[in-house]
């Protein structure tokens, strides 16, 4: 296979881990801010860590088998993981408040995606170059 081949394979199955770790976040988030009120920025990280262990567990299986990671699962490369998924957190966190606050939807989950898609970019290039990558 060619490397154009295997990177366009790569990034495809992150996107779709992203996507359903997105769908996680999303549905944690409606739930607690939109239907029960609680607050969303604190509602925002706490989605965040349960997609981030879901996304982590998946691309390590998964989506970067093969790169040079091991078959298991390490607190380390997880801790390298959250690290660079922390950044998108941070994106995503300044979209959502600046969203709440111009605009203030009365659908805050809105918000939340428009972060979340925000922190993709980073997020890959960060598991795919640091943390499944055996060589660095």
């Known amino acids: 296979m060619n490397v154009n081949y295997i990177t366009k394979l790569k990034i495809s199955k992150f996107l779709v881990v992203g996507s359903l770790g997105s769908v996680t ?11 029960l009120s609680y607050d969303p920025i604190i509602i925002s990280i706490f989605s965040f860590f349960i997609a981030s262990i879901q996304n982590y567990t998946l691309n390590h299986y998964w989506t970067f088998l093969g790169l040079g990671n091991d078959d298991h699962i390490s607190i380390k490369s997880y801790v390298k993981y959250l690290m660079i998924t922390l950044i998108g957190l941070i994106i995503n966190l300044i979209v959502l408040k ?15 995606l428009l972060g979340i898609i925000s922190g993709t970019i980073t997020n890959y290039l960060g598991a795919k170059n640091w943390v499944f990558n055996a060589k660095r």
Request: charged letters at 10%; aromatic letters at 20%.
């Open 25 to 35: 976040n999303i549905v944690i988030f409606y739930v607690l801010v939109d239907l």
């Open 98 to 112: 600046l969203i709440i606050f111009y605009f203030n939807p009365e659908l805050k989950v809105i918000a939340q």
